[in-house]
């Protein structure tokens, strides 16, 4: 079945950048929404970004709006979160997910969807 693997995260500070990749396997092709999630110490898990694969939209969190970029490489099974300006609340473990077909129009849940990487974690020192 479908497996993700996240890479990139790492010790960063505040103001700095990190670039998180997630790369599948176990499909060849399809239409899929994307999604980044985060969980911080002592908090569930919340989302960040989506995108669809079958028209680039895209979905932020207001709390990184502005400040993460997704993107999606469907020829390389792969998603990319870009975050700039770093700041310490972005600390937390990120996770990928995926599910089949167009990302939900209204409130955004971990339910939505339906496979998940091992986690990446990212922490920002001030």
């Known amino acids: 079945q479908v497996q993700l693997a996240e890479s990139g995260g790492g010790s960063v500070r505040a103001g700095e950048s990190l670039r998180l990749s997630c790369t599948g396997s176990?499909?060849?092709?399809?239409?899929?929404?994307m999604g980044w999630f985060r969980r911080g110490p002592g908090t569930e898990q919340k989302w960040v970004a989506i995108s669809y694969s079958g028209d680039g939209s895209t979905r932020y969190h207001d709390s990184v709006a502005g400040r993460f970029t997704i993107s999606l490489d469907t020829l390389k099974n792969s998603a990319y979160l870009n975050m700039n300006n770093l700041k310490p609340e972005d600390t937390a473990m990120y996770y990928c997910?995926?599910?089949?077909?167009?990302?939900?129009?209204?409130?955004?849940?971990?339910?939505?969807?339906?496979?998940w990487g091992q986690g990446t974690q990212v922490t920002v020192s001030a």
């Open positions: 997910a995926l599910n089949w077909g167009r990302c939900t129009g209204g409130l955004i849940a971990p339910t939505d969807f339906a496979y």
């Open positions: 176990g499909y060849t092709y399809g239409r899929v929404c």
